[in-house]
């Protein structure tokens, strides 16, 4: 006989209590990267790495542009930290990468003038910096194809996340 309807844990969840109050969860906590949202992981990841102290930013950082595309250089004086926190995070939620798919990810529309906009790649060397200084922190590995994130890393950005406040909906 194949019953139809709910799952079990599903059905008991949706019982009410013994009396009669209907049952709520608890909100849960993050455990993983993946459970937070993007945004507000990678500027607490970008504090972590600026208050350790342990990644070392490169003097032309004040100067240089995030892409050939681009006019100005990025107004945060933080962007560096932004940057590396944002390639940690997606190297844990996609696995390795290298420095042309980083590329790609941070490209964007390239102003032809009269003519159409066309996909423009972000800057190789920014991408190789972040990368080298998350090597240096321990949060990234020499894969066979770009690069990986380590247990450790994946440990530490674990931890990180799970002192984000989620909002709850």
Known sequence: ERRVGLSFPAARAARPSPDGSPVTMAPTVP???????????????????????????PTW???????SYKELAPYDPDWFYIRA???????YVSGSMGVGA??????????????????GVGSGSVARACLKQLEAVGVVEKATKGRRITSTGMRDLDRIACRVKVASA
């Open 85 to 91: 926190a944002s390639i940690a995070r997606k190297l």
């Open 61 to 67: 950082v004040d100067i240089v542009k995030t892409a």
């Open 102 to 119: 980083f590329r790609k990810n941070y490209g964007g529309a390239k102003n032809n003038g009269v003519c159409r906009h066309h996909h």
């Open 31 to 57: 455990h993983t990267v993946k459970d937070v949202p993007a945004q507000e992981f990678v500027i607490a990841l970008a504090q972590y790495f600026r208050s350790t102290g342990k990644m070392e930013v």
